[in-house]
């Protein structure tokens, strides 16, 4: 099993920065993607930032640009700039993961992290 732990997040004015760092944990698997993913009320988780064991990171749309994802084995860090009002969300960590010799790969995710942008 993977056990995702998240840290950052919080209140910040808009045009403001914010890092988000998140630490994958657990023995004998491989960390494939790693990302993150944000959710407001009423409406579906989304993707904002993933990027792979190797190659290169996607971002959605409405933060390209703004928001650069870095990853260090296990560590996926997300900072985030010229933050905007509709980037406030619960702030999800992602790695998809597998065991070592097994090619099926599962799904964690960390517990969420707020993020409040005011405008």
């Known amino acids: 099993q993977v056990h995702l732990v998240e840290s950052g997040g919080g209140l910040v004015q808009a045009g403001g920065f914010l890092r988000l760092s998140c630490a994958a944990s657990g023995s004998g698997l491989s960390i494939e993607d790693m990302g993150w993913y944000r959710q407001v009320p009423g409406k579906e988780r989304e993707m904002v930032a993933v990027?792979?064991?190797?190659?290169s990171a996607k971002y959605a749309d409405s933060v390209a640009g703004r928001f650069i994802i870095s990853r260090a084995q296990k560590t996926v860090i997300l900072q985030m700039s010229e933050l905007k009002a509709e980037d406030t969300g619960v702030y999800y960590c992602?790695?998809?993961?597998?065991?070592?010799?097994?090619?099926?790969?599962?799904?964690?995710w960390g517990q969420g992290t707020q993020v409040t942008v005011s405008s």
């Open positions: 990027i792979p064991s190797s190659g």
């Open positions: 992602y790695a998809e993961w597998r065991n070592y010799g097994r090619t099926n790969r599962r799904d964690a």
